[in-house]
């Protein structure tokens, strides 16, 4: 008997839907169709009956999901009862891109945790081949990374041959960080000549799996190249640079309106290139997650749809 297989099943019953479940709670869909066999076998029942609307219990499946809820509750009793919660360790390492959207959900999601308990957290921002090369090494089991969306096949096949999975959580277009005290913040950025003074900042590891850097690609047209340059590796930096050099910007994923009020910077949408991109969690197949770091990917979901 599997607990794990319980909870699975209990939130697919939730949801009427396997692929849906995969996504909310960030499990492999081939890891839940396992949980499902498994725990047939086990028993000798039918769980669920399948149709092109997604699942629904059997009778079997009712009475077993009823008992299966009831586990789940007293061994919760039990570990509140002897205080296994309150002393339990938040275990968490990630890679991920420097994304303030993510550095803000994790920020919080820590803040929230409870004052006596023991942390072992390793949050590394740091570029997307670096975050592949990490996972399996090190203790990282999970990261984030980024990528356009044009190159979605590309990391496809790179991840394949890592022997790693790949789950969608955020798709948005790049927007133009600036100053709020800035010229920048003024224009309304028809045409590239509008940044044709501006200083663009970037991240220097960032780069393609084959080695090339991340360019952006007017619509239908060639891509555009920005004459001046600011290569940094540490996000800290990027918002000092964006306060005191006069035209500098930077290309970002949608940022919290809490941020931009801290550091008064303003986001714009610039319709003449193309900047469509993906955020992913990666992690090894059949990788199972702890509570800890379902707990935290559900919290960035939220921030995700609130942002």
Known sequence: ????????????????????????????????????????????????????????????????????????????????????????KLTLRFCVPRASYIAHAFAEYISNQDDQMEMDVDFRETSTMTAIDSIGQNGY?????????????????????????????????????????????EKDFQSPGELSDGVEILHGDSRLPNGEYIEFYREGREAYHPKKKIYIFERGSQFDILREVKNSYMWVSPLPEKMLERYHLVQKEVGFLRHKMRDALIYKKGYVMNQKEKEFLEHLRRKIEEI
């Open 141 to 185: 089991d999970l990261g984030i990374i980024r990528y356009q969306r044009r190159k979605q096949e590309d990391y496809q096949s790179l991840l394949q041959l890592r022997n790693l999975e790949m789950q969608v959580i955020n798709e948005f277009d790049y927007l133009l960080l600036t100053s709020a005290d800035g010229e920048l913040a």
């Open 1 to 88: 008997m599997n607990l794990t297989d319980f909870k699975y099943i209990i939130e697919i019953d939730k949801r009427g839907s396997i692929s849906q479940t995969a996504k909310e709670i960030y499990i492999a869909q081939p890891n839940l169709s396992k949980a499902i066999k498994n725990v047939e076998t086990e028993f000798g029942i039918q769980i669920f009956k399948r149709s092109s609307k997604g699942v629904q219990a059997t009778r079997d499946g009712q009475n077993f999901l009823e008992y299966a809820r009831k586990v789940i509750r007293d061994v919760d009793e039990l570990r509140e009862h002897y205080g296994k919660e309150r002393s339990e």
